[in-house]
Every structure is written in structure tokens, then in C-alpha cells.
């Protein structure tokens, strides 16, 4: 039995270090000491809560009963294997820079976090740096950082000063960043390199995007796709569009119109995926995969995919 969260860091926007359940996240691994000389990262990763999920997967049995087992990140049949501590190899840094979101996607816990959470809703910067030069200072390898979270990322308003803090520190490590994409490129991202850009558009027209993602504007997504095609794709990035597969947007025309725009923008990936909630499409789920016909060939750089 094993799961990704001895191999991964999710750092929220208050700076707690959760499980990276997919059930509401509600296990706190820990919470460094970000104004000290010292944030003690190895104390950390040996506390009780990291030393409990060891033995737990060590004795074939979930750390988290009644959360684990839901969990999709749990891996009932792999081996027990990649502790952080041991090896200093972290697969993944997820950084929740904002918890601030100006939409209002009704599958999404934004709203509850922010009345019930305490702390910072805008990840400091001097954390950042404290955090991620103490990482490199004890010789922990990062393999990617990604900016995600139940904010929207660019809702940090240092975000671009934010990337550039993370690729002085850690310039050999990959950036990716998830975004609704409602925010200007130029102000967000600037001339920072991201190495991966997935930006979640949920439709392909304002009428069928705006019942999900609630107050959000679909020209200003599909401009902010843009200017990330035109300014990281020629310097080897990927931009990817992440589309939910929704009752609201799962018609045929609307499926292809999607892959139109895709082609004309010229994305690296058009990534359709199964939405959850009362909102998923019935017409393609994992029993019914997605099929869906385009005329004539794919177009090319344009994939077409369902998790």
C-alpha cells in the first residue's frame, strides 16, 4: 500500500502542509516555523503525523480511516516506497498562492475555506523564500513546483514576483501553474518562464461557460490562452486547456467548436476531462468514454483525452 503524500508537499495559502486527500483535504501533516532562522523541515517530515502514515503503509493499513479509502490517490496495490525523508526527493511542491478566487464554481470549497480557515489567504513571499532556499540548503531535489490550490493562483498579487522568487531559488525545477486564466498574462506572468500552463475553460462558448464557472468571462480565458501559447511555447512550455466535461458544455458542436478553437489557438494539449458532482455529464463518463467526431482529421497538436 502506498500514496504520493510521502513523496509530495501541498503547502496551503495559511502555510499548513496537508494530506493531499481528495476528500477535503482534512488531515494537517504540519505547519513549518516560516519566521524562524530554521524551519526545521526534517523535524517536520519525522513528526508524528509523517511517522504515522510510514508505519500505517508499512502494516498494510490506511493512515486516515474513512478518508484514505475514498481517496484517489491511494494506491492499494503498489509497494510502500519514496519516502521524502530517506531519499530528499521531492516529486512535487503544489503551492497554494492564493486562496482569493473572484468566481464562484458551485463544486468548489472556496467559499467554505474562507470563513472557516485562519491565516495568511495570500501565500508571503518571505515565506516562499525561507521555505524553498531551506529545501535547497539541506539538499532536498525538487522535481516540479506546481501552483494550485482552492484560490485561483493568480489571485496572489505578487504572483509574478512570486515565480521569479521560485526560479532564482530552485532554477533547475520545473513550474507549472492551473489557472481559470480570467487575469491578464502580461500583469500575472510577464516575461517568467512557465514550464506548463493549464488553463481550466469549461466550454467553448460564454453561455454554456458561465453555468459552471460562475462569474468567470470566456474571452478573457481564451486571450489569456493565447498570449501563453504566443509566450511559452517558443521557449519549449506547454500550454494546456483543461476542459471539464459538464451537462452544461458536453453537446457534440460544442465538443468539436472546442477543438476548433483549440487548433486555431494552437494549444499543445486540449485535455477533456470527467467532471464530478451534480453537474458531471451523463453522456460521457468512464462507462461511456468520449468519442467524438471532428470531420475530417484531428487537428494536429491537439489531443483529445478523458481522466
Known amino acids: 500500500m502506498n500514496c504520493e503524500i510521502l513523496r509530495t508537499l501541498y503547502v496551503k495559502a495559511n502555510g499548513e502542509i496537508l494530506c493531499n486527500d ?14 524562524s532562522d530554521s524551519l526545521g523541515i526534517d ?29 484517489a490517490f491511494l494506491r492499494r496495490l503498489e509497494a510502500f516506497s519514496g519516502d521524502l525523508l530517506s531519499t530528499r526527493v521531492i516529486q512535487k511542491i503544489q503551492f497554494e498562492s492564493s ?14 475555506q474562507l470563513e472557516i480557515r485562519g491565516g495568511p489567504v495570500h501565500f508571503p513571499l ?19 513546483i506546481e501552483f494550485c490550490g482552492q484560490g485561483e493562483p493568480l489571485n496572489h498579487p505578487q504572483f509574478n514576483q512570486l515565480l521569479a522568487l521560485t526560479r532564482q531559488l530552485m532554477p533547475n525545477t520545473p513550474i507549472r501553474v492551473i489557472t481559470n486564466g480570467n487575469h491578464s498574462f502580461e500583469a500575472k506572468i510577464g516575461s517568467e518562464l512557465v514550464h506548463e500552463m493549464l488553463v481550466s475553460i469549461d466550454g467553448a462558448t460564454q453561455e454554456s461557460y458561465v453555468k459552471y464557472r460562475v462569474n468567470g468571462q470566456i474571452e478573457k480565458a481564451f486571450a489569456f490562452l493565447r498570449d501563453s501559447v504566443r509566450m511559452l ?18 453537446s457534440q458542436d460544442e465538443l468539436i467548436k472546442a477543438q476548433e478553437i ?12 470527467h467532471g464530478h458532482g451534480d453537474m458531471k455529464s451523463t453522456k460521457h463518463s468512464f462507462d461511456n468514454p468520449l468519442s467524438v467526431p471532428v470531420g475530417s482529421a484531428p487537428p494536429s497538436g491537439v489531443t483529445q483525452e478523458v481522466l
Request: charged share 20%; proline share 5%.
Open 262 to 273: 483549440a487548433h486555431e489557438i494552437g494549444v499543445s494539449r486540449l485535455w477533456f476531462v
Open 99 to 112: 486562496l482569493s478566487c473572484a468566481l464562484r464554481c458551485p463544486s468548489c470549497s472556496n467559499k467554505t
Open 126 to 144: 518571505e515565506w516562499m523564500s525561507n521555505l524553498l532556499a531551506e529545501l535547497s540548503f539541506y539538499s532536498y531535489t525538487v522535481q516540479l
Open 22 to 35: 481528495d476528500q477535503g483535504e482534512q488531515v494537517v501533516l504540519g505547519i513549518p516555523d516560516y519566521e
Open 43 to 71: 523535524s517536520l517530515f519525522a513528526n508524528r503525523h509523517y511517522d504515522h502514515i510510514r508505519a500505517s503503509f508499512a502494516n498494510g493499513v490506511v493512515p486516515w480511516p474513512g478518508i484514505c479509502e475514498k481517496c
Open 233 to 250: 511555447i517558443p521557449r519549449g512550455g506547454r500550454v494546456v486547456w483543461k476542459y471539464i466535461l459538464l451537462t452544461s458544455n458536453d
